[in-house]
Each structure stands twice: as structure tokens, then as C-alpha cells.
């Protein structure tokens, strides 16, 4: 079966410090890959896909087809990006996407 | 404005009394999914629908049914809850399937089956 892994619950950085959310996924193929975020009181919202190839609210991710990652980047970290992350990456069924377990990211001054 | 619509965003109810929890959406999506969020699990899908009339299993279909009669409406229906089924559930639309295509997430339903 395909798996998603996101190893870390919860992320703790300073304001300005980088920030790396990490996703690996078990798929053989070419994934499409997303990653989805909800902030505070707020509903689930795609941040970015890998086929737009694009950099949102400074968030980029690079698929890694020979480690199998997906790892979300931003170079500096900003109190609204405080959220839950999730890494969900298409592996082979149209109609599911497979979501990790997600990953808090905590952003103090 | 486009959304999808949840109904009720909070729920309170006993071991084996039958529940519904409608989804709607305004954005004329085919594709419709019913997922539970818990702590440490992340988001499980549990039934999606591709169009009108046409639903299947998710990964975590047990305990649940769903129906989709009109394109707008994908309810949630809990015949018998049990306390197994404590969670918080999301409701999403897409136009293509979830796998290609951006899926628009409801506002959640917090379910405490007692």
C-alpha cells in the first residue's frame, strides 16, 4: 500500500528562521503532489501542487524522485504561517488522495 | 461566493441513533469526499462520488453511508453511530478527481457520538 510519512507532529521555529516540513511518500510512479494547509479557525486549502511548479506565500517544494520526498521550504519563517501541513501526494488511485498524518508548524517571535 | 456548506458544524448524539450530515457545494463539481480527521491519523478518506448516482469506498467506509442523488449534495449518513466515530469530518468538491485537481474543503463537522 502507499504510504505517506510527515516524521514530525509538530515544528517549532523563530520568526526568520527557515523552515523545511518534511514529506516522503512510497510510490514507484510519478506523483502528483500537494500540499494542503489549515490555519487557525480556518478551513483546508490546497498551498501549492508540484505540477504548477510555483512558489506561494514564499512556500516552495521540490519532488525528490530518488529519496521519494516532497519537503515544503520557505527561507523565512513568518507568524501566519503557523498552521497544520499536510503532504498528500497522488499515488495511482484518480479518485483518493493520500494524506499524511499532517505537521503543526508553530512560528514564535 | 463558491464554498462547500456543512451542516451541523457540531453534533452531539448517542450510541446508536441515526444521524446525517449534509454537504453542499455551489461550484459544479463531479467530485465529492467525505473525510474524518483525527489526532495523529491526519485525513482518512471514508467515500467519494464521482458523479450523480455514482459512490464508492474510501479507506474507512465502515459504519458509514453516503448518497449522492443531485450533483450539489453529498450527505453523510451514520445508521447506527458508535463512539468509534467520535471525530471531525470534512466534506470536499473538486471538479476533476481529487488526484489531479484541487479539492475545496468544508468548514468541518465535530462529531461526539456518547
Known amino acids: 500500500a502507499q504510504r505517506v510519512t510527515q516524521p514530525e507532529k509538530l515544528l517549532s521555529v523563530f520568526k526568520g528562521a527557515p523552515v523545511e516540513l518534511k514529506c516522503n511518500y512510497s510510490?514507484?510512479?510519478?506523483?502528483?503532489l500537494f500540499w494542503y494547509v489549515q490555519y487557525s479557525r480556518q478551513r483546508l486549502q490546497l498551498l501549492l501542487r508540484?505540477?504548477s511548479r510555483e512558489s506561494i506565500k514564499g512556500f516552495t517544494a521540490d519532488l525528490n524522485k530518488g529519496e521519494t520526498s516532497f519537503h515544503l521550504k520557505k527561507p523565512f519563517a513568518q507568524e501566519e504561517d503557523s498552521a497544520m501541513y499536510y503532504c498528500?501526494?497522488?499515488?495511482?488511485?484518480?479518485?483518493?488522495?493520500?494524506f499524511g498524518t499532517g505537521t503543526r508548524l508553530q512560528v514564535t517571535l | 461566493e463558491a464554498q462547500v456548506t456543512q451542516n451541523p458544524r457540531y453534533l452531539i448524539t448517542v450510541t446508536g441513533k441515526k444521524l446525517t450530515v449534509t454537504c453542499s457545494q455551489n461550484m459544479n463539481h463531479e467530485y465529492m469526499s467525505w473525510y474524518r480527521q483525527d489526532p495523529g491519523l491526519g485525513l482518512r478518506q471514508i467515500y467519494y462520488?464521482?458523479?450523480?448516482?455514482?459512490?464508492d469506498k474510501g479507506d474507512v467506509p465502515e459504519g458509514y453511508k453516503v448518497s449522492r442523488k443531485e450533483k450539489r449534495n453529498f450527505p453523510l449518513i451514520l445508521e447506527s453511530p458508535s463512539p468509534n466515530q467520535t471525530s471531525l469530518y470534512f466534506c470536499?468538491?473538486?471538479?476533476?478527481?481529487?488526484?489531479?485537481?484541487?479539492?475545496?474543503f468544508g468548514p468541518g463537522t465535530r462529531l461526539t457520538v456518547l
Open positions: 462520488s464521482m458523479n450523480v448516482e455514482v459512490t
Open positions: 498528500a501526494p497522488n499515488t495511482g488511485t484518480a479518485s483518493k488522495l493520500t
Open positions: 510510490y514507484s510512479g510519478s506523483p502528483e
Open positions: 470536499a468538491s473538486s471538479l476533476d478527481a481529487p488526484s489531479t485537481d484541487t479539492q475545496y
Open positions: 508540484h505540477i
